[in-house]
Every structure is written in C-alpha cells, then in structure tokens.
C-alpha cells in the first residue's frame, strides 16, 4: 500500500532511513518535524520519504531535523516538469558546447578530447555544487557523488577546489 495509507510507518522509516544514511547518530527529527512528516499528502511511495530525509539532513545545521529543514515533495506531475526541463536545458547546453567546439575549426577538422573537454568544463562546477549543498561536508558530498571520499579529494585538488 502506498505510504500515505500507512502513515504509522513514517516515523520507524525515517529513523531507518537516517541510519541508512549514515547520520543516525548525529540526527534526530524533531516532534515538530516528525508531525510535518505525519501530514505530508505523500504522492509518491517510501522513496519520497526518503529523499525529503536524506536532503533534510544536509540542510540542517544542527544536530536537529526540524520542519524548516524539511523540503515539501513535489506532486508527480510537478516533479516529471520539472525533471523534463531540467533534462531539456542539460541536453541543450550540451549540445551549445559541443557545436561551439567545431565552430572555428577548418572544414573536416574535428576537435579532438572531446570527453576529457567536457569533463574539465562540467566537473569542477557539479563538485562545487554538491560541495555547496553538503555545507562542505566532503563525506556527505562523496556519498551524493557515489564515489569515495579519497576519490573526491583527488577531484578536488585536480580541479584546484581548496576550500570547500
């Protein structure tokens, strides 16, 4: 059954999905947060409810989820909108940076390094924005990454990010 018909298992399933995380010992939700959580429509399933937890406990500054911290799920429709457009603007630039590698270039040429191009360009700012994210908490950013926190280090100092 969808989550909003068993409401009773929203607080057992956030408190696993902080230890799932990784940041159980270093959080608890607030009754305040946890009754924001009780009323929330719930479109989606468990994973909304995960995804509102995981991103609370970047935000939060203290060792307390309260319901500031709490970001409202989208509705599907909302969410598919905005996913579309996010992808849409993606694949658009995309294409802008690789059109604008060929401009300038004699005919028959084709740059070359094209992936290695793209990614000194792209990486540095998705780094810094999940750096922004995680307040700096390279464990944090290395996890939302998907790469080891040694793997993130040499990233950041490639990409000459000292201070994050």
């Known amino acids: 059954p969808p989550l909003r018909e068993r409401r009773e298992d929203i607080p057992v399933l956030a408190r696993h999905f902080l ?3 990784g940041v159980a010992e270093r959080f608890a939700i607030s009754d305040a947060a946890m009754e924001k959580l009780l009323l929330q429509p719930w479109h989606g399933n468990v994973r909304e409810l ?7 406990t970047i935000i939060a500054r203290s060792g307390t989820i309260e319901p500031n911290d709490l970001i409202e799920p989208m509705t599907p429709r909302a969410m598919a909108a905005s996913q579309t457009s996010d992808r849409t603007s993606l694949l658009a630039a995309t294409k802008h940076w690789i059109t604008g590698q060929f401009n300038g270039l004699p005919e028959g040429d084709v740059p070359d390094r094209l992936y290695e191009k793209f990614l000194e360009q792209v990486e540095p700012v998705l780094l810094r924005e999940v750096l922004e994210a ?6 944090e950013a290395a996890r939302l990454l998907g790469i080891h926190r040694q793997t993130l280090r040499e990233k950041l100092r490639k990409c000459n990010i000292d201070d994050a």
Do not use: D, F, H, Y
Request: charged share 25%; proline share 0%.
């Open 134 to 139: 995680t307040a700096g908490n390279r464990q």
């Open 19 to 21: 230890n799932l995380a």
């Open 50 to 56: 995960k995804n509102v937890i995981e991103r609370a």
